[in-house]
């Protein structure tokens, strides 16, 4: 099993800039591919990022591809997501998750663990 911890969050004006971190402790981090996915308020959960399992491949939702930048640091079981160029509707509970397959996915149904979130708030 692995546990996530989000860190980063916070209030910003849109066109700003924002670093989320996910740590991630237990078994090898590297065994997994990890995703961001969010949550506004009153919707669904979405997906946002996925990274491979090596950080060779990355995968983006439309809303977010040229913005957001997933990236890992295997040595020290790391997870982040550079979001740039905010906008209102980027303002969500923010998640860290992780899929013990080799496949990345957009799907928040195939990741089995996940963190306790952390708010993004993007004010106009």
């Known amino acids: 099993q692995v546990q996530l911890v989000e860190s980063g969050g916070g209030s910003v004006q849109a066109g700003g800039s924002l670093r989320l971190s996910c740590a991630a402790s237990g078994r090898t981090f590297s065994s997994y591919v990890m995703g961001w996915f969010r949550q506004a308020p009153g919707k669904e959960r979405e997906f946002a990022a996925a990274i491979s399992r090596s950080g060779g491949f990355t995968y983006y939702a439309g809303s977010v591809k040229g913005r957001f930048t997933i990236s890992r640091d295997n040595a020290k079981s790391t997870v982040s997501l550079q979001m740039n160029s905010l906008k209102p509707e980027d303002t969500a509970v923010y998640y860290c998750?992780?899929?013990?397959?080799?496949?990345?996915?957009?799907?928040?149904?195939?990741?089995?663990?996940w963190g306790q979130g952390t708010q993004v708030t993007v004010s106009s």
């Open positions: 998750a992780a899929r013990d397959y080799s496949g990345v996915s957009y799907n928040q149904y195939e990741y089995g663990y």
